[in-house]
């Protein structure tokens, strides 16, 4: 099992409806990732979290809003999205700065979330 | 011109074949070199990683990594259906931020 717990595992909104992704990890990694994977896409980054607070936001839509609220979890708050945004939704953790060698992200299994 | 070249196949091998997936990548700054793979409809895990060039084996997996030819591989052995999944490469520089390939999907028949 991975080491990265992402709730719900599938989710279907329609276009007003305000939902939130939920992303957990216990491994004391002081970096957090969302990602977006569309299919037969890599993953693109979305936000990354370090020590709590938001490093980088890759010119994200607002409609997107993440949220750390302490060390092991993370947040990614959903409003008024697009049929577009349907993709599976990835949380990933790292040592983060600081830590030496290779930027090794553990991926959690993903959110895949549907746009009506 | 993309920052890391994959291709995507699909690629489909007989069971126990030697299955080779490479990537190429534009920017020499780029020090760690990974694997990832991920299965349908899962979130990718981590394979293997190098640091610079040379090979590093785990098991039926190996990775190479040419520095001055900017090409990186993995080689499978005795290849089996449970290694059906996309293998996506990876990599990064001093800033740590990954730069993923595109992802080449395998297919290992029985």
């Known amino acids: 099992d991975t080491e990265v717990t992402q709730t719900p595992k599938h989710l279907v909104m329609g276009m007003t409806n305000k939902k939130s992704l939920k992303c957990e990890q216990h491994m004391g990694h002081r970096a957090m990732y969302w990602y977006k994977q569309k299919a037969k896409k890599p993953p693109e980054l979305m936000f990354v979290y370090s020590y709590e607070k938001l490093s980088i936001n890759e010119s994200v839509p607002s409609r997107f809003s993440p949220e750390c609220p302490n060390s092991s979890l993370l947040n990614l708050h959903l409003h008024a999205l697009q049929p577009e945004d349907s993709a599976l939704y990835l949380c990933a953790s790292s040592q983060g700065q600081g830590a030496t060698g290779a930027n090794v992200l553990t991926f959690g299994a993903g959110s895949r979330l549907t746009v009506l | 011109q993309k920052e890391v070249e994959q291709d995507p196949g699909p690629l489909s091998v007989p069971e126990g074949a030697i299955v080779s997936l490479n990537c190429t990548y534009s920017?020499?700054?780029?020090?760690?070199f990974m694997w990832y793979r991920q299965y349908s409809r899962k979130g990718p895990e981590l394979l293997m990683y190098?640091?610079?060039?040379g090979n590093k084996e785990d098991g039926r997996f190996t990775a190479q990594v040419d520095k001055s030819s900017k090409y990186i591989s993995l080689f499978i052995r005795d290849s089996q259906p449970s290694d059906s999944a996309t293998y996506l490469c990876?990599?990064?520089?001093?800033?740590?931020?990954?730069?993923f390939g595109s992802g080449t999907q395998l297919t290992v028949l029985p």
């Open positions: 990876a990599m990064s520089g001093s800033a740590r931020q990954l730069t």
């Open positions: 190098t640091y610079s060039s």
């Open positions: 920017n020499s700054a780029f020090q760690y």
